[in-house]
């Protein structure tokens, strides 16, 4: 038994010269585009949901008796659509580091 390591056999799929594979540099766009519209549609919903009536009629309200006065207080609601304006931002920042790479 040797402590030297072995070395790894060649791969077998290797393309020949002159033969490259296309790469495809449309999925990583692609993706940071999706990450764009989902951090930007989680954050419109974090700014806007908190000062709706509905906020208050849900699972999390009634869990716990003495969260719900934490709930409703308008800190905490400031605090998610603070949360909510930073997830706009990290959107907006992804579409412009995007374009940005593209030209």
Known sequence: MSLTPEPAPAPDSVPPT????????????????VF????FEIGLFLTVFPWVDIWSLNYFSGWLPALENIWDEPYFR??????????????CAEVLRLFRRST
């Open 78 to 91: 400031g605090a998610i659509t603070g949360l909510g304006l930073v997830n706009i931002y990290v959107a």
């Open 36 to 39: 764009a519209i989902f951090t």
């Open 18 to 33: 002159g033969e490259t594979r296309p790469a495809s540099s449309r999925t990583p766009r692609l993706l940071r585009l």
